[in-house]
């Protein structure tokens, strides 16, 4: 890592990758796969990483022994990839959160309230194959709670699971954003999803699914607040 750092720092003006990797270093800042990294990008650095990553792709593309002169299916398949990765389905790693306008419980709502089925698309970080599912949100808001519009359960959600990682640590982050952004009573939450990584590899089992939840505040303490929640979701699955 220091080896990494002293590298870095000595060519500030290098690859795009070396210029944010150093800044990162220089800041003490976590750059895991599911961290987003969008406050260390400057202006023009996206599109030069892209560029950059599509260059690696060409590599391993070569490596695989796959004629990408001759072959009209993947001459442009490196840029393609690193267009999606950049811009789709990594998205959340390099762009800042959406904008998400915040508004008072004027009413001092204090019932719960579900918001899903979302829709999840995010990859795993052990061999970047997709994960599909659903997300579930319940909410138990009181009367200094701040409530966020319906779509913005969405945006958030999109946000944080565009990014490589496994699924137990995807429901957290997106627990962790939502309670600190609300502070409801509490705040459940639910996915449920494919891993591709078990569909093309490994064992090969489709019908397998994952499904954990978090529970934070009351619904951790009230069973009879959580089993309402675990009720209601059943009848939309």
């Known amino acids: 890592?220091?080896?990494?750092?002293?590298?870095?720092?000595r060519n500030p003006l290098g690859t795009a990758?070396?210029?944010?990797?150093?800044?990162l270093l220089a800041a003490g800042q976590r750059f895991h796969a599911n961290d987003n990294i969008a406050a260390f990008i400057e202006e023009g650095e996206l599109e030069a990483?892209?560029?950059?990553?599509?260059?690696?792709?060409?590599?391993?593309?070569?490596a695989l022994v796959i004629d990408t002169e001759s072959d009209h299916n993947t001459q442009d398949t490196a840029h393609r990839v690193a267009r999606m990765y950049l811009q789709?389905?990594?998205?959340?790693?390099?762009?800042?959160?959406?904008?998400?306008?915040?508004?008072?419980n004027v009413e001092q709502l204090n019932e719960l309230m579900i918001v899903g089925p979302?829709?999840?698309?995010?990859?795993?970080?052990?061999?970047?194959?997709?994960?599909i599912g659903k997300v579930w949100i319940g909410?138990?808001?009181?009367?200094?709670s701040n409530l966020i519009g319906l779509s913005k359960y969405a945006r958030l959600t999109e946000w944080v699971m565009s990014r490589p990682q496994i699924q137990e640590e995807a429901v957290t982050q997106l627990s962790a954003l939502l309670h600190e952004m609300m502070q409801?009573?509490?705040?459940?939450?639910?996915?449920?999803?494919?891993?591709?990584?078990?569909?093309?590899?490994g064992v090969k089992d489709s019908d397998s699914k994952m499904i954990n939840s978090v529970m934070r505040g009351v619904f951790l303490k009230d069973?009879?607040?959580?089993?309402?929640?675990?009720?209601?979701?059943?009848?939309?699955r």
């Not at 990758?17 to 800044?23: K, L, V």
């Not at 999840?120 to 970080?125: E, I, K």
């Not at 069973?223 to 939309?236: I, V």
Request: hydrophobic fraction near 40%; aromatic fraction near 6%.
């Open 1 to 9: 890592m220091a080896q990494q750092r002293s590298r870095s720092l």
């Open 118 to 131: 979302v829709k999840v698309r995010s990859a795993c970080s052990h061999h970047l194959c997709p994960i």
């Open 139 to 144: 909410v138990m808001p009181n009367e200094h």
């Open 184 to 201: 409801p009573d509490g705040l459940a939450l639910v996915m449920e999803a494919d891993h591709f990584c078990m569909h093309w590899r």
């Open 223 to 236: 069973a009879a607040l959580r089993r309402e929640f675990l009720s209601l979701l059943n009848r939309q």
């Open 88 to 104: 789709e389905i990594f998205r959340g790693r390099y762009v800042p959160a959406p904008p998400v306008t915040e508004f008072p």
């Open 17 to 23: 990758s070396e210029r944010i990797r150093a800044r």
């Open 49 to 62: 990483l892209q560029d950059e990553v599509a260059g690696h792709l060409s590599g391993v593309l070569r």
